[in-house]
């Protein structure tokens, strides 16, 4: 693998191209010339080392949207109502809501300014140091290429509601979806954008009709005409005891459910990944970044309250739904335990088939992410630079084929002996999603710090996060908390077992010990420094930026004068949905 060196800035004050930014020009892929604007007003580059601009105001819209919503949602919950209590799983997913937002506002103050191909790993870079941008992207491509044949195997286990593994063996569903999602990612982000815009279409109209059920239920419209309301908030209680008994059993379960919650909304900082591929980036962005208060207020809040409301954590169905051996299917999900005790038939198969194509869509974003991740990296010259090559449709062809190699991966979970290796790896790399977290919290403080620092102030910027720098540090504080505390569990003593359980102790927590060697031997063997205030480089590749920004608004205002609208359609009758 070629790293290449890289310098955090010059020692004298002056920053690395304050000269490029006194004379409004940049040393940015000089050698890159545009080629045309193609028909939606997207500069189309001939280097082969640019993305295009495929992805519109409403794809980048739909994208923010189903990203929040997965297998985490309408499954994963069950397992956290079952251990914790309806109180505790309220509380903690708003809480954690909370800490979504001020994560995806910090890093959306970052892409609205310079909405660069590199994503928050090139932030890193900028801003905070290059060790730290070098770590940050190879562990969020290691969490992606490990999830991406989770979610395919996910997928194939759904598929046994229908054909059992007796019939169909499951390594046959999983090489139909790899090159299903290989195929869709090749086609080019145009193809790619329209077609997760549809599934997260779906995915929103399932997760709202599943919604209303549940008050419909809860108001007592169902078969059995009971009417629950906050009947199991009091018997048998809102908190459930988790480990000890008393008060400290309530908070462990409390606790334990806000670590269930984290991993719940992990993925929803993907928005960051498209933005070298969205379409007027300054404008798309921050209303996508804006959206992502509302679907954690609607989608998860109102589903967790919801939820508590119909089932008793102490259900033997959700008990049932928790167990190892039902993880992944329909039965798993706490809504469909809902419908059970409502008496409602034929629903369960219906969900199964929504939970489909979530784990589905899960799988094709996944891969988009690890692709384009790369992508950066080797922009960065963090990796090797033929993984930054394009074609002429503007697709990573080789970033996508290493990273489509990994999900061969997922044949490991036809095997039983290869399941345990696996799970193992799963385990190791889910603290990535939240030392991501972590890295653009802190990338957005040292951002607010330099742009302060050089004068940059908030009616320059095109979006500025809310809560500032305090929602930032705050954010980094629960952030860490979590992630030294997300399995505080095997520190209890095992009465099943009798001793401390060091298998998981070692793939929940190596994540951390990795993510620091890699930042350490990195700055260790380059020699690099962080970037002070004063240096940081705001303007690299932005006068670029502002060039195609320029050429998509002045072909929307052309459009917009001969009375063309190819979306008249969408923005007529589907825009205000979403």
Request: include cysteine; proline fraction near 4%.
């Amino acid at each position: 693998m070629a790293i290449f060196k890289r310098t955090s800035g010059s020692s004298d004050g002056i920053g690395p191209h304050e000269k490029d930014r006194e004379m409004g020009k940049s040393d940015y892929n000089t050698g890159a010339v545009p080629e045309q604007v193609n028909d939606e007003g997207v500069i189309v580059y001939a280097d082969h080392a640019h993305l295009h601009r495929g992805l519109k105001s409403r794809h980048i819209t739909m994208i923010a949207i189903g990203g929040a919503i997965g297998t985490g949602l309408i499954i994963g919950t069950g397992a956290a109502l079952a251990r914790a209590g309806p109180g505790s799983i309220l509380i903690s997913y708003s809480m954690v809501g909370l800490l979504v937002y001020i994560v995806m506002c910090g890093l959306g103050e970052m892409a609205a300014w310079l909405p660069h191909a590199s994503g928050f790993s090139g932030y890193a870079t900028r801003f905070v140091d290059p060790a730290l941008g070098f770590a940050l992207g190879w562990t969020y491509w290691f969490k992606y290429i490990i999830t991406t044949p989770n979610q395919l195997t996910a997928a194939a286990l759904v598929i046994q509601y229908w054909k059992p593994a007796t019939e169909v063996n499951p390594g046959v569903w999983i090489a139909v979806f790899i090159i299903a999602i290989v195929c869709i990612n090749y086609f080019g982000i145009r193809f790619f954008g329209e077609f997760e815009f549809w599934l997260s279409s779906i995915k929103v109209v399932v997760i709202v009709g599943v919604i209303l059920l549940s008050f419909i239920l809860m108001l007592g419209g169902g078969p059995t005409h009971d009417r629950t309301g906050f009947r199991y908030y009091k018997t048998p209680g809102a908190f459930k005891p988790y480990i000890a008994q008393g008060d400290k059993g309530k908070f462990l379960g409390f606790w334990s459910s806000m670590i269930t919650a984290v991993f719940a909304y992990l993925g929803t900082e993907l928005v960051g990944v498209t933005v070298g591929e969205a379409q007027n980036p300054r404008k798309t962005i921050p209303r996508a970044i804006k959206l992502t208060f509302y679907r954690i207020l609607f989608f998860y809040c109102l589903s967790v309250l919801l939820v508590g409301m119909l089932v008793p954590y102490n259900s033997p169905d959700l008990a049932f739904a928790t167990s190892t051996k039902n993880a992944g299917k329909a039965s798993a999900s706490p809504f469909v335990v809902a419908i059970k005790l409502a008496k409602i038939d034929k629903l369960p198969g219906i969900l199964n088939g929504a939970i489909l194509i979530f784990t589905f869509s899960a799988a094709n974003s996944d891969l988009y992410i690890a692709s384009r991740t790369i992508f950066g990296l080797a922009e960065q010259g963090y990796a090797p630079r033929i993984f930054a090559w394009t074609d002429k449709r503007g697709v990573p062809v080789p970033a996508l084929a290493i990273s489509g190699l990994f999900t061969l991966l997922a044949f490991m979970n036809v095997a039983d002996d290869s399941k345990v290796v696996f799970g193992y790896f799963v385990n190791l790399v889910t603290i990535f999603g939240l030392l991501t977290w972590i890295s653009i919290l802190l990338t957005h403080i040292y951002f607010v710090r330099a742009r302060k620092a050089q004068g940059i102030g908030n009616e320059q910027m095109p979006f500025v996060a809310p809560f500032g720098l305090l929602g930032s540090y705050i954010g980094l504080f629960f952030c860490i908390l979590i992630a030294l505390t997300k399995n505080f569990s095997v520190f209890t003593y095992d009465k099943k077992y009798g001793k401390f359980d060091y298998k998981n102790f070692i793939t929940g927590y190596l994540g951390i010990p990795l993510y620091l060697i890699m930042i350490f031997g990195y700055k260790s063997w380059h020699k690099t420094q962080g970037v002070r205030p004063a240096n940081a480089d705001f303007y690299t590749g932005k006068d670029e930026i502002d060039r195609e920004e320029e050429a998509f608004l002045a072909h929307k205002a052309a459009t917009a004068k001969q009375g063309k609208s190819a979306n008249w359609f969408y923005r007529t009758f589907v825009a205000w949905l979403f």
